[in-house]
């Protein structure tokens, strides 16, 4: 069964260093989001993207953070600097379409830590 | 935009018998509702949806129930087994953009007690 891959299952990082963290979306998917969970809370929206483009973002995605898919397999979130709130997993998801109903399928994330 | 609330947080039900967790949610135009499971070190994992064209949807020892009118829906696990024991998380849509942006209960840690 197609599933949503993720790299690094973890990462640990210094403050202020810049982190690129990798998925790969269901083969014949066209919509990407990112989410993350601080250790015991609940999962949060990030963004969403398609057509090589975000569609929408939440408050949390500020300008530290970037979203890219530089290849047909590829999509990456990428924070320039990292501050100690950052650490948390992320997790990438994917979709076929994004009307109602459409099923988002999550990678099993990556568990950053920002020392 | 939308607000949701899951209850109870923690949940512990002797093997054999059912488990209920109930979800609110604010907005009346959200009209998909997913329910994810999350087992310990792994991402989130549909479990079973339901759209507001129908009040209840059943798969095997799992079935979810939707009150539009009260703004709530509620997951049901019966005959509950030790692999059920993980995190369980509701979520709707951000309306009217389908969902694309999926806002998630608090979620509701199930431990099934052998």
């Known amino acids: 069964e197609p599933e949503v891959t993720q790299t690094p299952s973890h990462q640990v990082t210094q403050m202020g260093q810049e982190v690129i963290l990798r998925c790969v979306p269901i083969?014949?998917?066209?919509?990407f989001y990112w989410y993350r969970q601080i250790l015991g809370q609940k999962v949060e929206f990030l963004v969403s993207?398609?057509?090589?483009?975000?569609?929408?973002k939440s408050e949390i995605f500020d300008d530290q953070f970037s979203v890219e898919r530089p290849d047909g397999s590829n999509f990456t979130l990428k924070i320039r600097s990292t501050k100690l709130e950052d650490s948390a997993m992320y997790f990438c998801?994917?979709?076929?379409?994004?009307?109602?109903?459409?099923?988002?399928?999550f990678g099993p994330g990556t568990r950053l830590l920002v020392l | 935009g939308e607000n949701v609330e899951q209850h109870p947080s923690t949940l512990s039900v002797q093997e054999g018998d059912s488990a209920v967790i109930k979800c609110t949610y604010s907005d009346s135009a959200s009209n998909y509702f997913p329910w994810y499971k999350q087992e310990l070190g792994k991402g989130p994992q549909l479990i079973i949806d339901?759209?507001?064209?129908?009040g209840e949807k059943k798969d095997q020892r799992i079935a979810v129930t939707l009150n539009k009118t009260a703004k709530h829906f509620s997951l049901h696990i019966t005959e509950t087994q030790p692999e059920d024991s993980a995190v369980y998380f509701c979520a709707a849509p951000l309306a009217p953009f389908g969902n694309e942006k999926l806002t998630f209960g608090t979620g509701t840690r199930l431990t099934i007690i052998p």
């Open positions: 998801a994917s979709s076929g379409l994004a009307g109602v109903g459409e099923t988002q399928y």
């Open positions: 993207f398609y057509n090589n483009e975000i569609s929408e």
């Open positions: 339901i759209r507001s064209n129908v």
């Open positions: 083969s014949n998917h066209l919509y």
